[in-house]
């Protein structure tokens, strides 16, 4: 397996891991832009759009059975918010050429390319210059339709209501879905001049991730951004851990919901980022405090107490934040708060037990080992590096996991402090969900 980074211009590159491992290859294109609250729905949307259909490909269906003269290659798209950055990526998963059949000469890998460039520069316009525009309400609809929906799994909204409270009034807080309000707000005309801004202001990071030759995918690529202004781009590295005052107040808020279980969500601040030397001793911290069904929030909190239907803690590496979420009975609430407490001051006073930690070591260490078991998995992890402004392989980091001590596990869980408490209270007659 050997891995090449290949830079075209100041915000277009190409990192290219050649494997034989694989018989589906991987591309992806990484578009990096600065969270923007009024920006970032708006390109998602513009997004959603433009992958319903092109000038060339002028519909999901169009497109689809082009994907399927290419031996049956998929492309799909997310946004998702890393720090203070939104990333909107496209990804094809293709079957490298090898496996053609005998007669065939079709580049694949190049072929599903041109199809995501068509997708791109040559979106479908009507006289005006304009997408689509059943395309763009039928997608506003979804969207609005996705938010709301949120609500119903009350697991992952009462995550993200905390989330939200603890980083509001930072870049880190902002949303890349918007609010419905904003949503609805959107016109056809923002959304179609956004392409422009898209292609131009964007940071491009292209994975391959296969066995096939890149030469001819990088060039194809290289060659279309070549045309527009797009000049130097840093968006990566910088990141910022969220640091709270001695004297700023307890975040807390209770909202009611008409359900039974209640929603206990802790976040507190840590001060470590990704790119702190303290990375991995705060990545052992979570795993024994609340990272697995053997962590001391899982046993003690859920299995000696009853307390509570699911305990977990969850390290966010971009921002040095530690994130709880616990299901219980709303009566269970204070009790259940002070054990999370109680476990964490027991970290902080080093109580960890030379198990916990070899455990630990053993999962994380594990975790780094399989990233070579998809192509997915090798981009998340040298993606997420890129980000940070890290240069590290996986042998690396499991290294400096091996080598962290329980001094050094003590001392990042003492930098752990509380920030905000959010409780979604369940006042209804919903049954309670084992999680």
């Not at 603890?166 to 923002?190: D, H, R």
Request: aromatic residues 8%.
């Amino acid at each position: 397996m050997t891995e090449k980074i290949i830079k075209k211009d100041g915000a277009l590159r190409f990192h290219v891991i050649n494997t034989d491992k694989f018989k589906m290859s991987r591309l992806s294109f990484n578009f990096i832009l600065p969270a923007d609250k009024e920006r970032s729905p708006l390109t998602r949307i513009m997004l959603a759009v433009m992958m319903r259909g092109c000038e060339k490909y002028p519909s999901i269906v169009s497109i689809n059975k082009r994907l399927d003269e290419l031996y049956g290659a998929t492309v799909s798209w997310r946004a998702v918010s890393v720090g203070e950055r939104h990333i909107f990526r496209i990804s094809c998963e293709i079957l490298s050429n090898k496996y053609r059949l005998p007669d065939d000469k079709t580049d694949i890998l190049c072929e599903v390319a041109k199809v995501i460039l068509e997708i791109l520069f040559n979106p479908r316009l009507d006289k005006n210059k304009l997408l689509s525009r059943p395309n763009f309400e039928s997608e506003k609809k979804l969207a609005i339709d996705a938010i709301k929906a949120k609500i119903n799994d009350q697991k992952a909204y009462s995550a993200e209501r905390c989330r939200r409270i603890m980083l509001e009034g930072s870049p880190a807080g902002i949303s890349a879905e918007g609010s419905v309000e904003q949503i609805e707000g959107f016109t056809l005309e923002q959304v179609s001049e956004n392409i422009e801004y898209f292609l131009n202001n964007s940071a491009l990071e292209c994975y391959y991730i296969g066995s096939d030759d890149a030469d001819g995918v990088i060039s194809l690529v290289s060659d279309a951004f070549s045309k527009l202004k797009r000049g130097e781009k840093d968006f990566v590295g910088g990141e910022k851990p969220l640091i709270r005052g001695e004297d700023e107040p307890l975040r807390s808020v209770t909202e009611r919901m008409n359900v039974s279980q209640g929603r206990l969500n802790i976040g507190y601040t840590c001060g470590v980022i990704m790119s702190d030397a303290d990375y991995p001793a705060m990545s052992l911290f979570n795993e024994i405090f609340g990272g697995s069904s053997v962590a001391k929030l899982f046993i003690n909190v859920r299995e000696k107490q009853s307390l509570c239907y699911y305990c977990y803690s969850s390290y966010h590496s971009a921002t040095g934040t530690v994130m709880i979420g616990c299901g219980i009975k709303p009566e269970n609430r204070e009790k259940a708060f002070a054990e999370i407490e109680k476990q964490l001051l027991a970290m902080q006073s080093g109580e960890i037990t030379d198990e916990e930690i070899k455990t630990a070591k053993r999962t994380v260490i594990s975790g780094a080992r399989q990233i070579y078991d998809s192509p997915s998995a090798l981009e998340a992890f040298g993606f997420r590096r890129i980000l940070a402004g890290v240069s590290e392989t996986s042998a690396e980091l499991m290294e400096k996991i091996e080598g962290v001590s329980k001094e050094k596990i003590v001392k990042v869980a003492q930098k752990v402090r509380l920030d905000t408490v959010y409780f979604l209270y369940g006042d209804g007659e919903e049954e309670f969900d084992d999680e």
